[in-house]
């Protein structure tokens, strides 16, 4: 998924507060409740992104909701809602996360499969390349896709493996076309 500028500015000035306030494990952990929580609830962002309802009453209503967060987290947020950006706000927090996890040398793994997988089938994937650094922490995010027909896609980072049948099914057609 594509972030945007906006995001990333705001995760970044974020990141560069908490570090400098030592803040830094307590937002990471706010802010991952702040994206679980817009990711789960879409009447509060069906709110935020209600263009007539006044940016002092998402600012009280944001400061009711998140009231349990950290002054650094809730002014952030109130700071996003006054510059109207409160669309982006899903896309701050998991940018800021990234960061984070960036920092503490976290691999973002993403392995989609046609079926769901055993955990012994996903550790073979995961052995089977060296995208996957040995020793290090990652997190990693299952898909199920039943378009894939059989096979994977396994996205480390910004790099990819495509061991789909569905992709391979698309070579040899292109193969017969083109002969």
Known sequence: ????????????GLLEFTNETGQTA???SEMKDVAKLMS??????????TPYIDAKKKVEVAKEIFKSLSVSSQNLITLVIRHGRE??????AQEYINKVEDING????????ATQLSKENIDQILGSTNLVK??????????VNPDLLGG????????QIDASVKTKLNHIKKDFQLN
């Open 40 to 49: 789960q609830s879409t009447d509060l962002n069906k709110f935020f992104m």
């Open 1 to 12: 998924m594509l972030t945007s500028k906006v995001a990333k500015r705001y995760a970044q």
């Open 134 to 143: 040995a020793g290090t922490n990652f997190d990693l995010k299952l898909n």
């Open 87 to 92: 669309n982006q706000l899903k896309n701050i």
């Open 106 to 113: 976290v691999q973002r793994v993403t392995l989609t499969t």
């Open 152 to 159: 994977y896609i396994l996205r480390v980072g910004d790099q």
């Open 26 to 28: 307590t937002v990471f």
